[in-house]
């Protein structure tokens, strides 16, 4: 097929979504994507594009978060744990993803087809702390593993460690060697992803912070060392902060491409695509600088060269805001109105469990489409002084990515409670949390709640021993009365919320963590704000009066979804039977729609 010129331009970011750390490759004329996933199940998001700008999830490669033997680790929230920076390649026919848990080891996942069936994790090392891998195959077969490492469980800082490994990918081999030490000059160096170009071996690593590091590239003669150093991106004059951790592609073309995320606070890390080109063996990313060694992040630029969509035209600074038409917004997921697919009636791929879903949790409707969701009680990590459990510890929360800057999220649920206690909504969902639910009263009605969370820092920003919950605004739903012969109130009720960002400058401190090493303030342009509401009939929503800032997660991006819980605290761990079922509330989710507003 021969290459056709398309002057169209594209936009950063590519995905306005928290896909972080990304990895990807180039397999014939189509290009995959790994991202992390942390605890959030299914796990491990496998993307497919054939320009490298318009992106679709197409498949998940751990249906559950299992890594060692017989564990339940995961059947709980492990907020900020899990899946941390995978990195993928082809190798001899088959797909190879290997990544780390901070917390159990070294894994590696294989499989003949993109969308599988993919191997259970294998695990290369068992061991704490060892991050980031990224194997490496050379031109005479042999193997190599690098990775980087969590100060926090190692007590190693801004080192890389390279093994040689089996042809395989399934044995590290011998002792592994420091192959460089960031030490002051490159901190927090982390990410490293291996590459030979013309006979120089590269490790291409972000340093300096998760909010506002910048990419290095490091480059030998042999594959140990010695590694001398440069910074090849950062943020500079642009307005895209930390523009590091990412991947470099080559096209069938031959272009050089430089995919990386840009930490956006409540909306995650999101994902941008830079040119890239080689000076004297170095690679420029993004806009050249005059007199720089490093880039600067582009906000548009021509597309790609591929057999889909192949411009060949020149472009520079110049031209860059004038006589440019946009790509049109697109989606990553096939279906984004409906809860489940029509034909095999499973979730919507954008959707993602707090920790491993379990059967009574939910059923769906085959003939209505409807998700029922089950107020089912779950363990509260910490006993604290109040009778009553936290949102922040519940597992069966449904959540998604937040998909935009500017959108609403909307749903109609009908609801049967069984107890006071229970607990049925919409949430916008991180650090600080804020949801709407609908509840039972004392008075056989129903009452709307809009409840505020916080899990490390309460609204002054002093630490908390244990998340906590207030309630800022109630309102007691008197034309919807219980009745006992018919579980669902008599008409559905749609909550919604508006998200959007605010422009004002805010300065966000990292979060106290010892998960990672990010620990210093920056300054984003980017914060995000939100506005529930409700109706009884679908068409008028009444605002309730409190704007609340959205707030990230432990690593991640805030996150929008649905949930039905039972808040009574329970400390131990228990089962539920099928007697206990009949006396569980649920609700009936029909639509959860998103609008994205521009």
């Known amino acids: 097929m021969t290459l056709q010129s398309d002057p169209q331009i594209y936009t950063n970011p590519i995905i306005h979504e928290d896909y972080s750390d990304p990895d990807a490759i180039a397999v014939g004329d189509d290009f995959y994507m790994v991202a992390s996933s942390f605890a959030h199940v299914p796990g491990l998001p496998l993307l497919h594009s054939t320009d490298l700008v318009h992106w679709k999830l197409i498949h998940y490669i751990l249906p559950k978060l299992e890594f060692l033997e017989g564990s339940s680790d995961y059947d709980q929230p492990r907020h900020g744990e899990g899946v941390w920076a995978p990195s993928l390649r082809y190798q001899n026919g088959r797909f190879l993803v290997f990544f780390s848990t901070p917390d159990e080891g ?20 068992k061991v704490k702390g060892w991050i980031d891998p990224c194997p490496f195959w050379d031109e005479d077969g042999q193997a190599y593993l690098v990775h980087a490492f969590a100060h926090s469980r190692s007590g190693i800082r801004s080192k890389l460690q390279m093994f040689r490994m089996s042809a395989d990918g399934r044995e590290l081999l011998g002792e ?30 972000p340093a300096g912070g998760v909010s506002h590091g910048w990419q290095v590239v490091l480059r030998a003669d042999h594959i140990f060392g010695p590694y001398e150093d440069r910074i090849v991106l950062q943020q500079g004059n642009s307005e895209v902060n930390g523009p590091h951790q990412g991947s470099w592609v080559e096209t069938a073309a031959g272009e050089s491409w430089f995919l990386h995320f840009q930490d956006k606070y409540a909306y995650g890390r999101i994902t941008h695509l830079q040119p890239m080109q080689w000076d004297n063996g170095w690679p420029i990313i993004g806009q050249y600088q005059q007199g720089q060694t490093a880039g600067e992040p582009v906000s548009q630029w021509h ?10 035209i020149e472009y520079s600074s110049e031209n860059q805001a004038s006589n440019i038409t946009s790509m049109q917004p697109y989606s990553l997921y096939e ?31 085959d003939e209505h489409q409807e998700l029922r969701l089950y107020a089912c009680p779950f363990v509260s990590r ?128 990292a979060p106290a963590s010892t998960a990672r090493e990010d620990q210093i303030p920056v300054s984003i342009l980017h914060a995000g704000l939100s506005q529930f509401s409700y109706s009884l009939d679908g068409s008028h929503f009444i605002d309730i009066p409190h704007i609340e800032p959205i707030h990230p ?46």
């Open 176 to 205: 592994g060697q420091i192959v460089y030490d960031g030490g002051s000059v490159h901190p927090v160096m982390e990410g490293p992803k291996c590459y030979k170009r013309e006979g120089k071996y590269y490790l291409f690593a």
């Open 303 to 312: 597309m790609p060269v591929t057999r889909n969509n192949n411009p060949a």
């Open 335 to 365: 279906e984004q109105i409906q809860l489940l697919d029509g034909a095999t009636q499973t979730f919507g791929s954008q959707w993602q469990w707090q920790a491993n879903p379990q059967p009574d949790w939910y059923a769906t409707d």
């Open 553 to 598: 997660g432990h690593w991640v991006g805030a996150k929008v979804g649905i949930f039905a819980v039972d808040l009574k605290k329970r400390i131990e761990p228990f089962e539920l039977t099928s007697d206990d079922q009949d006396t569980i509330g649920y609700a009936e989710y029909s639509t959860f729609f998103i609008e994205q507003q521009h």
């Open 106 to 125: 070294v894994f590696m996942c294989s499989a003949e087809q993109p969308t599988g069936p993919w191997t259970a994790p294998h695990m290369l090392k």
């Open 382 to 509: 910490e006993v604290g002084l109040s009778d009553k459990a936290v949102l922040y510890d519940a597992p069966q929360l449904l959540l998604q990515k937040l998909p935009s800057s500017h959108f609403t999220a909307t749903t109609r649920l009908q609801i049967a409670p069984k107890s006071m206690t229970e607990k049925f909504g919409l949430t916008v969902f991180g650090r600080t949390y804020t949801y709407l639910a609908i509840e039972q009263n004392e008075d056989q009605h129903y009452r709307l709640s809009l409840t505020q969370g916080y899990s490390d820092q309460d609204a002054k920003g002093q630490a908390l021993d244990h998340p906590i919950e207030e309630d800022i605004w109630q309102t007691d739903l008197h034309d919807l009365q219980v009745n006992p012969s018919q579980p669902h109130i008599s008409n559905p009720i749609y909550l919604r919320v508006s998200v959007w960002l605010d422009t004002k400058q805010v300065d966000h401190p």
